[in-house]
């Protein structure tokens, strides 16, 4: 006998089998029970949810001789006669290949005549939404007024495609898409009756891929067991092309990091691994789906599909992100998907990869928004720690007096939860030579190991150490970025780094030379002075 695939072999015989549907099968089999036959339905969802199959088990309980509660006894004459498909009664029509408007036309003069056997003569009809404008102006009339022996049962994908005037002469039935945790049920069921090892992580993991679908599902258990091996996460992730958990954890944190060299190497070594990039890039989409979620659903059941431990290694990633971050990427990966039909796809998502981990590509308004946003904390933190001048008071209320401006006003510990600099009390004058970190290189290039980003921005810098800080003099205004953002990373990755280095671990600070008394002895060269600190 030839092997039949599991999705066949598993394929519902009753109502009371159908998994997910519910809200459907319940209304359908009340109405056979009580023999309210409609002349028309309507089954819409997406694929793999049960619309062919429910349709098939209605058109057998509309003629079982036995019906038990709504549902087909599978036992007299016409449940096997439909089942074996020697009915011929029981016509099935794929519309996407007899959508002309003679194939509808042929079906009109055939629905006059009586059942030879059955009690209704039922008319499936799938992909309905296929058919063309004649063959829908044809069915029409038939709708309208249909013999009281026949039944019709649209089935669509694409209800929005279907007219007005069918879509209000059908009993509409929406098919949900199957719950995770159902299909993850009956795939555990199908694995013990086919004597598979199928782990728990592996059938939630054929569950997520299959999007609520059953069919889907089944068919990836199907790809699965041809292995002959025990089926774990491992097995799912190869029979289906996907990248897998940790490569996606990785991606993640290479566009969190800014790594862009990082990103193409894990990119070339999934291709060279034959990972679809346009699976790949509906994974990653998916991946900070979930960092969204995780984000924004503090209370009750996330809407997540994944292991337990996954699940830990995503709240700890989604940590590093803010939610205007994650939705400036899901943009981006969007606007990507959008071109891969047609495009490079390697090329593509190695463009898309580079813009994600390098900010200034950007184009899009998320992104102008987070940068805009950037400069306006940089302006507002400029505007705090500018000096007020004093208006000067009446000439016999006046004391001449002239006052050194020197200094550091701000120190690097800043809170994440206000990443406005704070001015520091303390002042530190620094001089050339003063204090200059001579293992500055070596720290730089521990750096360069562990946070590429910030090494890459740190070159051609110098560092002082005074008053227990680690002053950095650099000229470049990334760096000031990088180390005020939200995120302590950077920070920590210096400090981690310099302790290494030195046996010590020191705060840090912006490095400003000690500027002569003659510059400074006018208060607005003070000001301007200070400006210039701050790069303005």
């Known amino acids: 006998?030839?092997?039949?695939?599991?999705?066949?072999?598993?394929?519902?015989?009753?109502?009371?089998?159908?998994?997910?549907?519910?809200?459907?099968?319940?209304?359908?089999?009340?109405?056979?029970?009580?023999?309210?036959?409609?002349?028309?339905?309507?089954?819409?969802?997406?694929?793999?949810?049960?619309?062919?199959?429910?349709?098939?088990?209605?058109?057998?309980?509309?003629?079982?001789?036995?019906?038990?509660?709504?549902?087909?006894?599978?036992?007299?004459?016409?449940?096997?006669?439909?089942?074996?498909?020697?009915?011929?009664?029981?016509?099935?029509?794929?519309?996407?290949?007899?959508?002309?408007?003679?194939?509808?036309?042929?079906?009109?003069?055939?629905?006059?005549?009586?059942?030879?056997?059955?009690?209704?003569?039922?008319?499936?009809?799938?992909?309905?939404?296929?058919?063309?404008?004649?063959?829908?102006?044809?069915?029409?009339?038939?709708?309208?007024?249909?013999?009281?022996?026949?039944?019709?049962?649209?089935?669509?994908?694409?209800?929005?495609?279907?007219?007005?005037?069918?879509?209000?002469?059908?009993?509409?039935?929406?098919?949900?898409?199957?719950?995770?945790?159902?299909?993850?049920?009956?795939?555990?069921?199908?694995?013990?009756?086919?004597?598979?090892?199928?782990?728990?992580?592996?059938?939630?993991?054929?569950?997520?891929?299959?999007?609520?679908?059953?069919?889907?599902?089944?068919?990836?258990?199907?790809?699965?067991?041809?292995?002959?091996?025990?089926?774990?996460e491992a097995a799912v992730a190869?029979?289906?092309?996907?990248?897998?958990?940790?490569?996606?954890?990785?991606?993640?944190?290479?566009?969190?990091?800014?790594?862009?060299?990082?990103?193409?190497?894990?990119?070339?070594?999934?291709?060279?691994?034959?990972?679809?990039?346009?699976?790949?890039?509906?994974?990653?989409?998916?991946?900070?789906?979930?960092?969204?979620?995780?984000?924004?659903?503090?209370?009750g059941k996330r809407p997540i599909v994944c292991s337990k431990a996954h699940l830990k290694a995503l709240e700890k990633q989604a940590d590093k992100f803010t939610l205007q971050e994650v939705l400036a990427i899901m943009n981006i990966l969007q606007n990507a998907a959008a071109l891969m039909p047609e495009a490079n796809r390697r090329a593509l998502m190695e463009m898309t990869v580079l813009r994600l981990c390098t900010p200034k590509l950007r184009n899009d308004i998320e992104s102008l928004e987070m940068r805009v946003a950037a400069l306006e904390a940089q302006g507002a933190s400029v505007k705090e720690k500018a000096p007020v001048l004093n208006r000067r008071e009446p000439e016999e209320n006046h004391i001449s007096s002239t006052k050194t401006v020197t200094g550091l006003e701000k120190a690097d510990e800043v809170s994440p939860e206000t990443p406005q600099e704070v001015p520091d009390k303390q002042e530190e004058n620094i001089t050339e030579g003063d204090g200059r970190v001579e293992k500055w290189q070596e720290i730089i290039e521990v750096l360069r190991v562990k946070s590429p980003l910030i090494a890459g921005v740190l070159e051609g810098s110098a560092a002082y150490i005074q008053g227990g800080r680690l002053l950095i003099d650099t000229k470049s205004t990334q760096f000031k970025t990088l180390v005020n953002g939200a995120s302590p990373m950077y920070r920590e990755a210096i400090k981690n780094a310099a302790e290494e280095v030195l046996g010590k671990r020191y705060n840090l600070g912006p490095y400003r030379k000690k500027v002569p008394e003659s510059e400074i002895s006018d208060p607005l060269a003070a000001f301007e002075e200070k400006l210039k600190s701050f790069e303005v």
């Open 238 to 299: 190869a029979a289906c092309s996907m990248a897998g958990n940790d490569y996606l954890i990785s991606m993640a944190d290479y566009i969190n990091n800014s790594d862009s060299e990082g990103a193409l190497i894990l990119l070339d070594k999934l291709h060279n691994s034959s990972v679809d990039m346009s699976r790949l890039l509906i994974e990653l989409t998916s991946h900070f789906r979930d960092l969204m979620i995780i984000k924004t659903v503090t209370s």
């Open 1 to 232: 006998m030839a092997y039949q695939a599991l999705y066949r072999k598993y394929r519902p015989k009753t109502f009371s089998d159908v998994c997910g549907q519910e809200h459907i099968t319940k209304i359908l089999k009340s109405e056979v029970e009580s023999d309210k036959i409609g002349h028309a339905y309507l089954f819409t969802g997406t694929r793999g949810t049960g619309k062919t199959t429910c349709a098939k088990i209605l058109s057998r309980a509309v003629n079982c001789k036995n019906p038990q509660g709504g549902n087909p006894c599978g036992e007299c004459d016409m449940c096997r006669m439909i089942l074996s498909g020697e009915a011929t009664d029981i016509v099935e029509i794929d519309a996407a290949s007899n959508n002309g408007v003679d194939s509808i036309r042929e079906l009109r003069e055939q629905v006059v005549f009586s059942p030879a056997m059955a009690k209704y003569r039922v008319y499936i009809i799938d992909e309905v939404h296929m058919l063309s404008s004649g063959a829908f102006n044809a069915l029409l009339k038939t709708l309208e007024e249909p013999p009281e022996h026949v039944v019709f049962i649209l089935a669509t994908t694409e209800v929005h495609k279907l007219p007005a005037t069918i879509l209000s002469r059908c009993q509409r039935f929406d098919f949900r898409r199957i719950d995770s945790e159902v299909i993850s049920e009956r795939l555990k069921y199908v694995a013990s009756k086919e004597n598979l090892k199928l782990t728990d992580d592996a059938a939630t993991l054929i569950a997520a891929a299959a999007d609520g679908g059953m069919r889907d599902a089944l068919s990836i258990l199907d790809l699965c067991a041809a292995s002959g091996e025990e089926i774990d």
